[in-house]
């Protein structure tokens, strides 16, 4: 593969030893993959993957709660999560899904993003770039299970896979929200997007700010799939049985040939992608503009 940057040379001193998880699996709506005794499940604090070598994929699950936040831990250990799969050729394909109950992702976490120094902004957006790239170029096949909202970085994750699936709740919207927060979806955030729903729905999307729910995110294409609550991972294991079923090797050159230019666009232009987020996460206005919004989410509960 030749994405440059691996995560080895990411955040080492995050790396945590890989954990087993005792089984059986600790899912709160459906089974773990495949389900059996045997099953055992690995992980890592922020994400429990359950493997099920015999079926060839893997359910990880996101637990940062309350919201998985994708800080700069949390992005260390999906991208380990993501390596070690990726690297065993028993695998095929992963079901991502969240194991906070209600919540997929509230996207990039705030904390990282806000008081905080230039040399630690441009440790996390790299971090951010790695995760998208990782799992936008993954040779295996990757299918969300959207079991909660989803918002801003969480919907770019879910954009990233193969096939989304999202759980029928008015209450889990997703999409890109940036805007709302006075902050601005990186350019290949937006290329992801219009990849998925096209260019005018991207257009007002993005400038609106606009979180889908459920109906309306499969209206526009920004989910393939919507199914009752209790569904979400077994629609999710369904899909992937058509996915499995094609010559490996012509699906994953098949994968390349769509989505390389894309990802491309940002491997060339990296480093200068890191400068310009620091410089504008950097500015007052910006840092006001997280401070007041995350003063918001917090007087929300009182
Ligand atoms: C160029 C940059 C591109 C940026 C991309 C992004 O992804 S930007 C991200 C765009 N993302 C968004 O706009 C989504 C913002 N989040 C939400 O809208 C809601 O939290 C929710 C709907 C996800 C869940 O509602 P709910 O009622 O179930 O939960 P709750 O609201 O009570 O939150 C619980 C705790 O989590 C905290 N916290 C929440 N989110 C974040 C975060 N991203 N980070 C850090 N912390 C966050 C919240 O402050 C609270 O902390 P407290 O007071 O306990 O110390």
New binding site residues.
Partial sequence: MALAVGIRGLTRSLLRPWVRVPGPARGRTEPAAGGGDGVRCFGSPRVLVEPDPAAGFAVMKMRNP??N???LEFLTELLISLEKLESDKAFHAIILTSDCP??F?????????CGRDPTHYAEYWKA?QELWLRFYLSHLVVISAING?N??????LALSCDYRVLADNPKYAMG???T??G????FW?KDTLVNTVGHRTAERALQLGLLFPPAEALQVGMVDKVVPEDQVLSAARSELAQWLAIPGHARQLTKSLMRKPTADRLLKERDADIQN?VR??SRDAIQKALRV??EK??Q??T
């Fill in positions: 309350p919201v936040s994708l800080s209600g919540i992702s509230a996207g990039l976490d705030l904390m990282e993003m951010v909202v918002a801003a970085g969480g919907c770019l890109l929200n940036e709302l927060l902050i601005i979806a990186p955030f987020f504008f996460i919004y995350l989410l917090k929300k509960k």
